[in-house]
């Protein structure tokens, strides 16, 4: 059983940056993609990046391409997501999660995944 714990969102001006973490506990990161995903008031909860087990594959929506960088570390069990030139339409809840037993590749599926974190707060507003 995989524990995901996500960290760093903010209140950040548009045009600014942060860089979210997800932690994972309970086991190694072998064989295991990690995605990130968004969902703000009113909207499904939408898939934004996922990379996969070995860290050389990545998928990114369109709307955060060239913007966002998805990062592992497998050595800490921790999946960075770096956000760039942030816009409003950014502002969402943030959630970290383990896709198990995934030898290749990854997915942004939000069915795919097993193991979800509690979700962390983006607001990008002036």
């Known amino acids: 059983q995989l524990h995901v714990v996500e960290s760093g969102g903010d209140l950040v001006q548009p045009g600014g940056s942060l860089r979210l973490s997800c932690v994972v506990s309970g086991g190694t990161l072998q064989n295991v993609a990690i995605g990130w995903f968004r969902q703000a008031p009113g909207k499904e909860r939408e898939g934004v990046s996922c990379?996969?087990?070995?860290?050389?594959?990545?998928r990114y929506a369109d709307s955060v391409k060239g913007r966002f960088a998805i990062s592992r570390d497998n050595a800490k069990n921790t999946v960075y997501l770096q956000m760039n030139s942030l816009k409003p339409e950014d502002t969402a809840v943030y959630y970290c999660a383990a896709d198990i037993g995934v030898i290749n590749g990854c997915v942004t599926f939000v069915f795919e995944y097993d193991y979800w974190g509690q979700g962390t707060q983006v607001t990008v507003s002036s």
């Open positions: 990379l996969s087990s070995s860290g050389d594959s990545a």
